[in-house]
């Protein structure tokens, strides 16, 4: 079974520059997330979806991060203009529906995103 | 709100020593604890998980249980390999108190083991 694929592996942009995430979750998971994990730091979630639908996205940056899942696969993560503190990795994960007791996340590897 | 506190590292073993790496949490409901370990350059893969006190996870010689009168998940190693190198995450969801599915972590230790 393939895992979850995510691009591009590593981005550098200029701080007040647009920059994009692409993210395939494995097929059939219903629930598909985005978390930012800062150097040193644990992954944070910044959104959650639910087939298309945003389950959860409390923690985002709403000014300048923006996300979608269209038809309920794929998922991009943008963000516009880029500040200095957004250098982080980006990691997408997702999981099936259903698995309420264990809800097991499965990580793709992730985006190193660089500002400067 | 919910959270998780680890051990800070690094921490540094010789091959088959063993290890401990401390994990305590903070939460209102009943939440599911998990471990999730990252190798260099890779996603994080799980580990190990416990949805219920008393429960002992474990995989690849790694344990932990889950302790609610502690509030912990430590997690254990008898014999550690320098393969074991990598960021180990402490992890729990509480879906009964926050509505959804998302994890909450812990900073992570990162363990180093010499040959």
């Known amino acids: 079974e393939a895992g979850v694929a995510q691009s591009p592996r590593y981005k550098i942009i200029e701080k007040r520059q647009s920059v994009a995430f692409w993210c395939n979750p494995i097929s059939g998971h219903a629930t598909l997330y985005w978390y930012q994990q800062i150097l040193g730091q644990g992954p944070k979630l910044l959104i959650q979806?639910?087939?298309?639908?945003?389950?959860?996205d409390s923690q985002l940056p709403k000014d300048r991060f923006s996300a979608e899942r269209l038809k309920g696969v794929d998922s991009t993560l943008k963000i516009q203009p880029a500040k200095l503190e957004d250098s982080a990795v980006y990691l997408c994960?997702?999981?099936?529906?259903?698995?309420?007791?264990?809800?097991?996340?499965?990580f793709g590897p992730g985006t190193r995103l660089t500002v400067l | 709100g919910n959270s998780v506190t680890q051990m800070e590292g690094p921490v540094t073993l010789s091959e088959e020593a063993f290890l401990t790496i401390n994990c305590t949490y903070t939460?209102?409901?009943?939440?599911?604890l998990f471990w999730y370990v990252q190798y260099p350059g890779e996603g994080l893969q799980l580990l190990l998980k416990?949805?219920?006190?008393?429960d002992k996870g474990s995989n690849k010689g790694f344990e932990a249980t889950y302790r609610k009168e502690t509030t912990s998940f430590h997690l254990e190693k008898g014999s550690v390999q320098v393969s074991d190198s990598a960021v180990y995450f402490c992890?729990?969801?509480?879906?009964?108190?926050?509505?959804?599915?998302?994890?909450?972590f812990g900073t992570g230790t990162r363990l180093k083991v010499l040959a």
């Open positions: 416990a949805t219920k006190a008393d």
């Open positions: 992890a729990l969801s509480d879906p009964r108190t926050s509505g959804t599915y998302k994890y909450i």
């Open positions: 939460a209102t409901g009943y939440p599911s």
């Open positions: 979806f639910q087939n298309n639908g945003v389950v959860d």
């Open positions: 994960a997702s999981s099936p529906q259903g698995l309420a007791a264990y809800n097991e996340q499965f």
